[in-house]
């Protein structure tokens, strides 16, 4: 699990798969709780095809945490993927992944479309946070203020995922210390800033139709944020963008339907020539 400190003095660590002779592929984790680990199954069949690369965005998973809200921004954040890539010597990727990370592609092939090949957004919200979720955030801000950490991230996977996805996890009690490890790597402070920057977002929706590459939008018609709806919006603002819906599929489709998913990505980078 390789890391680096890039040129703006952050300090970086990613995951590595597939072939490094191949087409590069970038997929990145969700935010608030989220990290690499997470998402190296999803590009487990195009191992033989891909590099396929997975960050830790600044504050997730071993990368470096800060202590100021806008430290966390996605100017932030892909200014540090653009620095990692030229230290990989990749000029051009495809994008993808879920939620933050799939909006973090999208805001990519906004600001530097010369590095994006094309983009698979999974629940990729170019929104501002529905207001329910903020109230939500309000709600569980002081178990994050006292440390209480654990407690935060189960009532974060239930309000993402559900409860039975919650009880899976705790099933497998190895990987749940490791992700509460991971989390405890925070101060009280890095992730409140962390927090506080994810539900104080605007909506950007409009600037995703100077988007220029091949884009696939996937929605969970279960999922609330965005609606499907919202990521048909998406779709129809990008021009020639492709939606999937995954019936009964939540937030996170490419978990709870990920052999569904998988496929219609496999179509989508044959189209593209990966």
């Not at 996937?218 to 963008?241: L, Q, Y």
Request: hydrophobic share 45%.
């Amino acid at each position: 699990m390789p890391e680096l400190t890039l040129p703006n003095g952050v300090r970086l660590h990613w995951r590595e798969a597939g072939d490094p002779a191949k087409p590069p592929v970038v997929w990145i984790h969700g935010g608030s709780i989220e990290d690499s680990s997470s998402m190296v199954a999803d590009l487990e069949p195009f191992a033989a095809r891909i590099r396929a690369l997975f960050p830790d965005t600044r504050g997730h998973g071993l990368s470096e945490r800060f202590e100021r809200v806008e430290d966390y921004t996605y100017p932030k954040k892909a200014e540090d993927v653009r620095l990692w890539l030229d230290a990989l010597g990749v000029e051009r990727a495809v994008f993808g992944g879920a939620s933050m990370g799939a909006a973090l592609s999208l805001w990519l092939a906004v600001h530097a479309p010369q590095r994006v090949r094309a983009v698979v957004s999974i629940s990729g919200p170019p929104y501002a946070p529905a207001p329910e979720d903020i109230a939500w955030w309000k709600q569980h801000r002081p178990l994050v203020e006292a440390g209480r950490f654990e407690e935060y991230y189960d009532a974060n996977v239930r309000l993402r995922v559900g409860g039975e996805a919650l009880a899976r996890l705790k099933a497998r009690p190895d990987r749940y210390v490791e992700v509460l490890g991971t989390l405890r790597l925070h101060s009280v402070a890095s992730l409140l800033a962390l927090l506080d920057e994810t539900y104080s977002r605007t909506e950007w929706l409009a600037d995703c139709a100077r988007i220029r590459c091949p884009v696939l939008v996937i929605a969970g018609s279960a999922d609330h944020f965005p609606t499907v709806a919202m990521s048909r919006r998406v779709a129809e603002t990008i021009p020639g963008a492709r939606l999937h819906v995954v019936e009964g599929g939540g937030h996170f489709p490419n978990r709870s339907h990920r052999t569904e998913v998988q496929a219609v990505v496999d179509t989508f980078l044959a189209g593209i020539g990966v």
